[in-house]
């Protein structure tokens, strides 16, 4: 575990690092690459947060699915919508970045506000942080459908009530979604 948070550090650092010095086709110059490369940042800790969180969440919720599932392989359909719902939250993050990218024109197209304004790549990396840090919930979200994995394995007919628990803690990210989406709309960015 160390390990990977060593590593995710020393990327983190060679993104910011390498990010404002780099001159990339479609990439401005002077602050607006400085702009540029600070929404690309926002899209990176959406994406990285919520996809390592969902990471977690889903084995948690895989192991215990192979589980059930070698006892019984009936109940694989139930049990597939209980270990994929950790995912979402990294769609989440997926979503936010790409709207991030198109407000910055990093997708082609121009940038839908005005890049040599610097506070709009430091609004791109607190966008960022919001759907990242609350698509932590995955992991507890994995955590849950573990359980009610175990649960449906024991008694097929509370598929239903775990699904119901397992979907609790997305609402976490749901809130973040929504924020990130009105401080896009705020800031002109959508």
Known sequence: M??????GLALMAFVMLAGTASAASGMESGDAGKTQSNIMMGCMLAVAIAGISSAFGLA???SS?????????????????????????SVYGLLIAVLLMMGAGLLGGSASVDLSNTAFGLG????????????ISAIGQGMVASSSISAVGRNPDVAARGIIF?????TIAIFG???AILLMAGLGLL
């Open 177 to 179: 979604l929504l924020v």
């Open 2 to 7: 160390k390990k990977m948070v060593a590593i």
């Open 124 to 135: 791109g990396i607190a966008i960022g942080l919001v759907v990242g840090l609350t698509g």
């Open 65 to 89: 699915a192979v589980a059930v599932t070698a006892e019984k392989p009936e109940l694989f359909g139930k049990l597939l919508v209980l270990q994929v719902l950790p995912m979402t939250q």
């Open 166 to 170: 397992t979907v609790m803690p997305e």
């Open 60 to 62: 948690l919720a895989g």
